[in-house]
């Protein structure tokens, strides 16, 4: 046991130092002024020079750093979205944008980190950008102050760039207060954390594995929860399909609220 704990610590220490590796990566490809665009399968699944060199970069140096991803030969598996958030990227709206690195043991997300590679970037010109928030659940998450949304509102945030009928009917039903369409999950979940949101909805199959793994850390190590839709845990074994195809529902309080919200019809049209 002490030997997977030291292992995962080793790792979670690779993790931090090549996100904000990748941090930087996003930074200089904006700078320098060419992004590379291309689109995937529509015109809002981008992807970018960016997204390209930093996946190179921190894939690379965990394979050097962590050839065999296994611990007392159970499985533990590294997912990785290097630029969450390209179309917002794209489009000059950077405090969306986060590089995402979870790790999963047997199934279970257990560590995460999250680098915001332009925190800060509206402080003006001498600012210092970027910071790296990470967590392991039993240990704690750190790199940020810890807020509450203010209590009895119901503040939503969602996508900014995938709705649909089916995503705004399921947060209509949330009665909110106040919707904030941004981009990113891991900009969605840090915005559960700091007190700007009380839930993330997204009932939408848009969502995948390593858009998620390393932000349900984070939630989960400070009392939060992450489910899809219909309340069920998320998996991260390597064998699972890497679309969250049940959509995605976060909380930092209250989960159940929302939970008992969701209506019939979205759960039905969204099958886990």
């Not at 690195?101 to 001498?126: C, F, K, S, T």
């Not at 207060?177 to 999950?185: F, H, I, P, Y």
């Amino acid at each position: 046991m002490a030997s997977s704990h030291t292992v995962l610590m080793r790792l979670v220490a690779s993790a931090y130092s090549v996100a904000q590796k990748a941090g930087t990566i996003i930074r200089r490809v904006l700078a320098e002024g060419d992004l590379g665009i291309v689109e995937k399968t529509c015109p809002t699944d981008l992807q970018t020079k960016a997204d390209r060199l930093a996946q190179m970069s921190v894939c690379s140096s965990l394979a050097r750093k962590f050839p065999k991803l296994t611990i007392i030969g159970e499985e533990l598996v590294v997912w990785v979205d290097p630029l969450d958030g390209t179309k917002e990227y794209t489009e000059g709206l950077l405090d969306n944008v986060t590089v995402l690195i979870g790790i999963a043991y047997e199934g279970r997300a257990i560590a995460g980190v999250i680098n915001q590679p332009y925190y800060n970037y509206q402080a003006g010109p001498d600012a210092v950008l970027g910071r790296t928030i990470w967590g392991v659940l039993g240990l704690g998450a750190f790199g940020f102050q810890l807020k509450e949304a203010p209590a009895g509102k119901h503040i939503i945030t969602t996508t900014r760039s995938h709705g649909s009928k089916l995503v705004m009917d399921c947060v209509a039903a949330m009665n909110p207060d106040d919707v904030l369409r941004v981009g990113g999950a891991g900009n969605k979940i840090i915005q559960l954390i700091e007190g700007k949101a009380s839930a993330y909805v997204f009932a939408s199959p848009g969502c995948k594995k390593w858009d998620t793994c390393a932000p349900e850390v984070i939630l989960h190590a400070v009392g939060g929860k992450l489910t899809d839709i219909h309340g069920n845990a998320l998996q991260y074994n390597k064998e699972v399909k890497h679309m969250n195809s049940a959509g995605v529902l976060a909380t930092l309080r209250n989960h159940n609220y929302y939970a008992s919200r969701v209506p019939e019809s979205v759960k039905s049209a969204l099958v886990p």
